[in-house]
């Protein structure tokens, strides 16, 4: 049997992608231990190199013994405080190594892992909380009183258990060899329970038998859409090991010498990957920051020897500019990788890295949450700068294992190379679908390929170029803010009859959300104006707050929904 157009054309673009692979860079995912679990993993490396480091933070160290025995006492207190498995536990932490005990703990227990940001305010929060039925909360002490006001206000689910961790629990060895000061059971009140006590209590325990089933539910996380508020992604440890094995030592390099440094938040998906989930993949250490400081990130390459780590572009910018960069000892940097969420990879700034340092500043990927991101590599396609002499945006090719292609936004045909439309990717590491929106998933699916909602385009040899995006998402410094939260917190006040936002194009955040507001008659137009920012505040982290403009009357679409094509005309007549 012929095969289909679809299928002919996708043979011509891997052909193509064969024919223009890098020289040196494998063609296959590379699974260290095999297609079993990170749980297995951590296991592994637990046994082979118990007592050599697995993180790094500030002054302390876990080493991999310690990870698998916390993380199994985590486990092992969920079912004793009767979580199932399959129920969902949010976790609301910043950077630190208990979330990586957490994180492994609910993977053993078998409990779904929702991580929430540690900026998120009131409205955020309770929207993951409602919409994943969290029966648990893991968070900061500092946290802990957003936690109570929703509880009180009962704006959220019937949380069964919030259970709270303090900066003083890093670390609280198994082994009685630090921190062995005993925590009070009430220290953070009788709707609190102590992480830390609650490991000491779980130790001596034998573990959970680490289960085989690497394709159930493992993570929610939490993404947003062409409209309304952030849905839930649902993910799997099969995902989680295919995106390891689809970039350790393909697009990144590793061996005996790796160590890998994360700044970004693990409750974003590429911190997740970066922080939580490559270095237990290939059993190497990684060096984890609170968040990102050039001085802390100079201090740290040279007191761990860093080999690998990703940043933003102006992030790079800043280094170099670091009065340090020259005096630190930055020789075991070998793979320095950016992102261009706001300011992009130019030939410029990789020259003037390159004239301070060997290394050179390599473009890392393209990806999305629904696809666990890291979808597409551009290492090995720096000679003569070709990744950066091939405009428009260039995110190379997909990883192994992964496809691309573009096709007709409205009618789904394919469409050749040279053609811009819309990016469709199949990737093992596809979610499952969202988190009980079975219309929104069918929606985002067309026979097997996620719709993305971003123009592409693929260029004569194969190479992808993103063009931008055709959602209504807003990328502030490289992070989402949508639109339908925004409009959601400034249509509860009392004060405002309408709103819709749209983007605005901004140099140094990349975009910035710009609300356009219609206010009821009658009400104190002044007072109201004045008093929305400090209302948008007490819902959402401070870099979603919309700039303000008003309007008398909202412009309407014949269905009768904000004109927001109109608003962008607005906008772009009236500028700031």
């Known amino acids: 049997m012929a095969p289909s157009h679809g299928e002919a054309a996708l043979g011509a673009l891997q052909a193509l992608w064969q024919a223009n692979?890098?020289?040196?860079?494998?063609?296959t995912p590379r699974h260290v231990l095999g297609e079993v679990p990170l749980t297995?993993?951590?296991?592994h490396w637990a046994g082979v190199q118990p007592h050599e480091p697995a993180v790094f933070y500030e002054d302390s160290t876990t080493t991999w013994q310690q990870l698998d025995r916390l993380s199994d006492a985590f486990a092992r207190w969920l079912t004793?405080?009767?979580i199932a498995p399959g129920e969902r536990v949010a976790v609301f932490l910043p950077n630190c190594p208990q979330f990586h005990w957490v994180f492994y703990g609910l993977l053993k227990h078998g409990a779904v892992h929702v991580p929430v940001s540690p900026m998120a305010k009131g409205f955020e929060l309770q929207h993951q909380l409602e919409d994943s039925g969290a029966a648990a909360i893991v968070c900061t002490d500092t946290l802990l009183p957003l936690v109570r006001r929703l509880r009180a206000q009962r704006a959220g689910p019937a949380l069964r258990h919030c259970i709270v961790t303090t900066a003083a629990d890093v670390l609280p060895a198994l082994d009685g060899t630090a921190s062995d000061a005993p925590e009070p059971a009430a220290a953070h009140g009788p709707d609190a329970l102590a992480l830390r006590e609650g490991l000491r209590a779980h130790a001596g325990l034998s573990p959970l038998p680490l289960k085989d089933?690497?394709?159930?539910?493992?993570?929610?996380?939490?993404t947003g859409g062409t409209t309304g508020l952030p849905k839930g992604c649902i993910h799997t440890q099969r995902d989680m090991v295919y995106t390891a094995a689809a970039n350790c030592g393909v697009s990144i390099e590793v061996d005996a010498d790796t160590v890998f440094l994360n700044t970004f938040l693990q409750a974003w998906i590429a911190g997740e990957n970066g922080g939580l989930i490559f270095h237990v993949f290939c059993g190497r250490p990684l060096v984890l920051l609170p968040r990102w400081d050039a001085a802390q990130v100079l201090q740290a390459i040279a007191r761990h020897r860093v080999s690998t780590f990703v940043m933003t572009v102006d992030s790079a910018v800043e280094l170099m500019e670091h009065p340090a960069f020259m005096q630190t000892d930055l020789r075991s940097l070998r793979q320095p990788r950016v992102v261009s969420f706001m300011r992009k990879l130019t030939l410029g700034i990789r020259q003037r890295w390159r004239a301070l340092h060997p290394s050179t500043l390599v473009?890392?990927?393209?990806?999305?949450?629904?696809t666990h991101t890291s979808n597409t590599f551009t290492t090995g396609m720096q000679v003569d700068d070709f990744d950066l002499r091939s405009p428009p945006v260039f995110?190379?090719?997909p990883v192994p294992g992964t496809s691309l292609k573009v096709c007709d936004f409205d009618s789904g045909a394919d469409l050749p190379p040279g053609r811009e439309g819309e990016l469709c990717i199949r990737t093992p590491a596809?979610?499952?679908?969202?988190w009980n929106q079975p219309?929104?998933?069918?929606?985002s699916l067309r026979a097997g390929w996620f719709r993305t909602g971003d123009i592409g385009m693929i260029g004569p040899a194969g190479h992808v170029h993103y063009l931008g995006r055709r959602k209504e998402m807003i990328k502030v410094k490289g992070m989402s803010v949508f639109p339908m939260e925004i409009e959601t917190v400034l249509g509860r006040h009392p004060g405002v009859a309408s709103v819709g936002v749209v983007a605005r194009a901004d140099e140094r955040k990349g975009e910035v959300p710009v609300a356009f507001v219609c206010l009821h008659s009658g009400s104190d137009a002044s007072a109201t104006l004045q008093a929305l920012p400090a209302w948008c505040l007490e819902a959402m982290a401070s870099y979603k707050l919309p700039e303000l403009r008003q309007v008398d009357e909202m412009p309407r679409t014949p269905s009768g929904k904000v004109d927001k094509k109109v608003l962008q005309r607005w906008l772009e007549e009236t500028p700031p």
């Open 21 to 27: 692979w890098p020289a040196g860079i494998r063609q």
């Open 40 to 43: 297995h993993h951590l296991r």
């Open 80 to 82: 004793h405080l009767d």
């Open 213 to 222: 089933d690497a394709d159930a539910v493992a993570a929610l996380n939490y």
């Open 363 to 370: 473009e890392a990927a393209w990806g999305m949450t629904e």
């Open 395 to 397: 995110i190379g090719l």
């Open 430 to 434: 596809l979610f499952k679908g969202y």
């Open 439 to 443: 219309e929104a998933t069918a929606a």
